[in-house]
Structures are given as structure tokens and as C-alpha cells.
């Protein structure tokens, strides 16, 4: 009978062939999770880069809005204090004795029976 049984030569060889192959498909496999961890990475990296250029933007874009309206705060306020003194003159010119006032201060005018006089303006030196 031709039932020849493998050597200890041939099986330790064909273990070793086996061994070798299963070593070189474990390195193609780490190489390529080291290759798609590697490129999920940098896409990662470059997200968070475009994120934060985004963020660092708004933000930038934010505090020049803040002082903007503060700005604008201003001078809403001013424009408000400049409508009361307005408001106030008009009611002001709609008084007779003002404008009575007005004219004797400004104008020397006197009123029928009125003498004026001019006093020298003192210094206080």
C-alpha cells in the first residue's frame, strides 16, 4: 500500500509555510487599519480646523457687533438728550415772557417805559 505518511520535515515545513503566510496577512491588515486610522485623522484634523476657523470668525464678528451697538447706545443717547433740549426750545419760543427775555438779552430792546443800561462787563482777576 502507497498510504505514505508525511515526515515530520514535511509537516514541520508546512506549519511553518502556514505560520509565515498568517504573519504576512496580520502585517497587510495592521498596515492597512494604520492607513485608514491615519486618513480618518487628518480628515478629522481638517474639520476641526475648519471648525474652529469658523468659530474664531462668528466670535470676532460678534464682538464687533457688541461695540457697534454700544456705539449706536451712545448715540441714541445723545440724540435723545439733544431731542429734549429741542422739545424743551420750542416750548420755550411758545412762552411770551422767553421771548421777552430773549430780546432784552440779545437784542437791547425794552419794552415801552423801559430805560436800559449797559454795565462794563467786571473781571474777577
Given at each position: 500500500?502507497?498510504?505514505?505518511?508525511?515526515?515530520?520535515?514535511?509537516?514541520?515545513?508546512?506549519?511553518?509555510?502556514?505560520?509565515?503566510?498568517?504573519?504576512?496577512?496580520?502585517?497587510?491588515?495592521?498596515?492597512?487599519?494604520?492607513?485608514?486610522?491615519?486618513?480618518?485623522?487628518?480628515?478629522?484634523?481638517?474639520?476641526?480646523?475648519?471648525?474652529?476657523?469658523?468659530?474664531?470668525?462668528?466670535?470676532?464678528?460678534?464682538?464687533?457687533?457688541?461695540?457697534?451697538?454700544?456705539?449706536?447706545k451712545e448715540?441714541?443717547?445723545?440724540?435723545?438728550?439733544?431731542?429734549?433740549?429741542?422739545?424743551?426750545?420750542?416750548?420755550?419760543?411758545?412762552?411770551?415772557?422767553?421771548?421777552?427775555?430773549?430780546?432784552?438779552?440779545?437784542?437791547?430792546?425794552?419794552r415801552p417805559?423801559?430805560?436800559?443800561?449797559?454795565?462794563?462787563?467786571?473781571?474777577?482777576?
Open positions: 500500500m502507497a498510504n505514505k505518511q508525511p515526515t515530520i520535515r514535511e509537516l514541520d515545513s508546512a506549519y511553518i509555510k502556514q505560520r509565515e503566510q498568517e504573519k504576512q496577512l496580520q502585517l497587510k491588515r495592521r498596515k492597512g487599519l494604520i492607513r485608514r486610522l491615519s486618513a480618518l485623522g487628518i480628515i478629522g484634523l481638517v474639520l476641526l480646523g475648519i471648525i474652529s476657523a469658523t468659530l474664531i470668525a462668528q466670535a470676532s464678528a460678534i464682538n464687533e457687533k457688541k461695540e457697534e451697538q454700544a456705539t449706536l448715540e441714541e443717547e445723545a440724540l435723545v438728550a439733544e431731542q429734549e433740549r429741542l422739545e424743551q426750545e420750542i416750548e420755550n419760543y411758545n412762552n411770551p415772557d422767553y421771548i421777552g427775555e430773549v430780546l432784552r438779552r440779545d437784542y437791547f430792546l425794552t417805559g423801559e430805560t436800559l443800561y449797559k454795565l462794563p462787563e467786571s473781571s474777577s482777576d
